[in-house]
RNA sequence: GGUUCCUUGGCCGAGUGGCUAGGCACCGGUCUGCAAAACCGUCUACGGCGGUUCGAAUCCGCCAGGAACCUCCA
């Protein structure tokens, strides 16, 4: 199974055909969240590309295992917290259970994933179920001598490590520039060196977080939960690790130098990162303090959004860039998307009402495969769409008779836009989708808007007007047609 | 300061050495009882200055502005 699938590998810094080392299985990890707070629109970002890429693979015949982690330990604050857990230090300030903290995260950030149609990983450990693969792992780096003990701490070597092994192939950094520019921190003196990251930290005494270790009770270092949970899922090798382009250094450049150093080689042959998500040109993020919470899009509850945003307009607003561009949030782009979203979906929901011809007047044969080529370059997703927004024009077109479509043509624009919007890019009908009572109301609107024609027949404007203008109000879209009305419900 | 990257029309955003996506907005028209939607048309850009080239927005250099990373971060 060979596709021409190309995708932009950060490690080799172009884009490379994908094969996958096991066809037709495909590994892929990817960085999930610290659940610490809330999902921003920054974390809708990797969600949904690496959703799209899940999605995609399994469209081309792949079997996908695709493993997304929840850290719930190790994030080391280096600031005025001496070191302190951030997951402990927000239990302490609202009296919980770390635990606690986790869950009720956890839970939330599902729930929004789920909003926006993000399908579940295949697995999704827990960095704190994963303790004694961590030490093992810690283990092997020690043996193998690219880490040291210290204090009850365990760091890596990074100069030893760097002596025989590139360190920084990943961000393009070397080792000396580095040590010129790392900022001088507390609790440095108990390693080598400054770009020494840790393996395994000491508990302080007040720590909740803590584990037993042959180095005593502490808690594993952040970048080792990604390469242990990777290599117990994935193997020691395998396809895809995805994440923001935030994480490339430290984080993953630190997971490469883990991997090769207990295990002797790299671990992963795609290096796959989207960019980031800005707010007046700005990264938007926690430690900034710019950052919208995916809820108050959904419910327009932030006093920079001028309106609540669903989860699908958030979800077509990210899948209309590329994912490896910045994209900017601002209330008119967002409001562009809403609409151009509701274009297409009520296009899709009318390909079935166009009356088949005997022949197509144009030819909407290369439509599939724009959308696949689309596709093959690096998930080119705003091309994709556009291709998309080209179908829109000939069923409209076909609709008001301006051209005609073969059954055959009509099946095809089915087929393509099943395929593409709604099994690749994840867009569904919120109003009708899993909405039980959509039938009923339904069916009480077009009541009310049958007394409209009746009032229409009898030039009663009044009436007429006045249940159209109140369904407006409502949020309903009402279309008069030559010999009937449509109506749709704008969300 | 170091490393990397970006600058496209009113807005958002693709793309690319010659054929100049797409969405939204605006304006004009068709349709309509009036609207809405749809359709047609208009507007047509690549930060600045040089260079390479038959030809550059696309390659190179310089300048200006901005960003990310170097510290937790999607």
């Known amino acids: 199974m060979l596709h021409p699938l190309q995708i932009y590998n950060t490690l080799k810094r172009k884009k490379e055909q994908f094969v996958p080392l096991h066809a037709p299985l495909v590994g892929l990890y990817v960085c999930g969240p610290t659940v610490y707070g809330d999902a921003h629109l920054g974390h809708a970002r990797p969600a949904i590309t690496f959703d799209i890429l899940f999605r995609y693979l399994t469209h081309l015949g792949y079997k996908v295992r695709y493993v997304r982690n929840i850290t719930d330990v190790g994030h080391l604050e280096n600031d005025a917290d001496h070191g302190e857990d951030k997951i402990a230090k927000k239990a302490r300030l609202e009296q919980l259970e770390p635990m606690e903290v986790v869950q009720f995260y956890s839970n939330r950030y599902h729930k929004a994933l789920d909003a926006l149609n993000v399908l579940s990983p295949s697995i999704e450990p827990h960095a704190s179920g ?10 092997e780096i020690l043996d193998n001598g690219f880490a040291y003990e210290s204090e009850g701490s365990v760091y890596f070597d990074v100069e030893k490590y760097n002596r025989s092994h590139a360190y920084g192939i990943l961000s393009g950094r070397n080792i000396e520039d580095m040590l010129n520019t790392t900022r001088e921190l507390e609790g440095q003196e108990e390693k080598r060196n400054s770009i020494d990251f840790a393996l395994w930290k000491k508990a302080s005494p007040e720590h909740i977080m803590r584990w037993p270790s042959p180095w005593g009770d502490g808690f594993p270092g952040w970048h080792l939960e990604c390469s242990a949970m990777s290599r117990k899922y994935l193997g020691d090798t395998f396809d895809i690790h995805g994440g923001g382009m935030d994480l490339i250094f430290p984080h993953h450049e630190c997971e490469i130098a883990q991997s090769v150093a207990a295990e002797g080689h790299e671990a992963v042959r795609y290096w796959m990162h989207n960019n980031m998500i800005t707010i007046n040109g700005q990264k938007m993020g926690k430690s900034l303090g710019n950052f919208i919470t995916l809820e108050e899009l959904f419910s327009g509850s932030h006093h920079l959004l001028q309106q609540a945003y669903s989860p699908m307009t958030i979800r077509f607003f990210i899948l209309q860039a590329h ?31 166009i009356p088949a011809s005997s022949q197509s007047s144009v030819n909407i044969g290369d ?52 395929t593409f919007l709604i099994d690749i890019f994840g867009i569904k009908n919120e109003v009708k989708d899993g909405n039980a009572a959509y039938e009923s109301f339904s069916k009480a609107v077009d009541i009310l808007l049958e007394l409209r024609m009746q009032a229409k027949v009898n030039k009663d404007w009044e009436t007429s007007d006045k249940i159209r203008n109140e369904l407006t109000a409502l949020g309903f879209e009402i279309k008069d047609k030559k010999d009937g009305f449509e109506w749709k419900l704008n969300k």
């Open 130 to 139: 994963h303790i004694i693969e961590q030490i093992r792992m810690i283990k």
């Open 323 to 353: 994912y490896r561009g910045t994209l900017d949030f601002s209330n008119e782009a967002l409001q562009s998307s809403e609409k151009g979203l509701s274009k297409m979906l009520e296009a899709f929901e009318n390909i079935s009402k």
């Open 367 to 418: 439509l599939r495969k724009k959308c696949n080529d689309a596709m093959n370059d690096d998930l080119n997703t705003p091309i994709a769409i556009a291709c998309l927004f080209e179908g829109v024009k000939y069923i409209n077109a076909a609709l008001s008779g301006e051209i005609t479509l073969s059954a055959k043509d009509i099946e095809e624009l089915q087929s393509v836009f099943q």
